[in-house]
């Protein structure tokens, strides 16, 4: 079955500091996979996309890993800031025919000063 | 740019009252999406849209009907609103190859 796991399910931190997400896919075929960021209220936002042949991907403090061996993404935010109180959202697309996204169930962080 | 635009942002609805929840993008994007999002779940296709007069089931299409008016335009219409259809719908837009998919800010439907 087609499944993405995202732990933990929530997550405080205090404000400066760094923090990691885990997402566990059993996708096939893999196409690629997504980080979304999604507020209270609003749609996600993509953070990073990453295929098949890469590892890490950065988009300023967001990095994001792919293991497709292990079938493993992580997302580590660095130097949190109180606006990445949000919902992270790992989307695994599979291969083939259109609309195929499969969305976990996010991991909501808050970030406290 | 404004992006994806989803009207209305909010509607109740009494069971068996019919709406249609409207969905536009201005990035010429071939392909849009409807989803809904549940307390607890990961987002549900409804309906794609792979190009301009072609529309297709998602995973849970049951309730819903879809027009693709023209490329930027994409509703979703519910013909007897039922409780198990409260939920958040986002609309979004995809374009070419590997790009990301473009979401609206979605419409908070509540079925009483």
């Known amino acids: 079955k087609n499944q993405v796991e995202q732990s933990p399910q929530s997550l405080i931190i205090l404000e400066g500091k760094n923090c990691t997400l885990q997402?566990?896919?059993?996708?096939?075929?893999?196409?690629?996979l997504r980080w979304y960021k999604q507020d209270t209220g609003r749609g996600p936002v993509s953070l990073t996309i990453m295929t098949f042949s890469e590892n890490t991907k950065s988009n300023g403090r967001y990095t994001a890993t792919l293991d497709a061996d292990t079938k493993q993404s992580s997302l580590h935010i660095t130097a949190s800031q109180l606006s990445d109180s949000a919902s992270y959202i790992c989307v695994v697309s599979r291969g083939g025919s259109q609309g195929n996204l499969i969305f976990g169930k996010g991991t909501k962080l808050s970030v406290k000063p | 740019n404004a992006g994806v635009t989803q009207t209305p942002k909010f509607q109740v609805l009494k069971t068996g009252q019919s709406m249609t929840l409207q969905c536009a993008q201005d990035m010429n994007h071939n392909s849009m999406y409807w989803y809904r999002q549940d307390p607890g779940m990961g987002l549900r296709l409804i309906y794609y849209?792979?190009?301009?007069?072609?529309?297709d089931k998602g995973e849970v299409p049951n309730g819903y009907n879809v027009s693709r008016l023209n490329k930027r335009e994409f509703s979703l219409r519910l013909e007897s609103a039922a409780p198990s259809q409260t939920s958040v719908y986002f609309c979004?837009?995809?374009?070419?190859?590997?790009?990301?998919?473009?979401f609206g800010s979605g419409t908070r439907l509540t079925v009483v």
């Open positions: 979004a837009s995809k374009g070419g190859g590997t790009g990301g998919y473009t």
């Open positions: 997402c566990n896919y059993t996708v096939s075929p893999f196409s690629n």
């Open positions: 849209s792979a190009s301009e007069g072609t529309t």
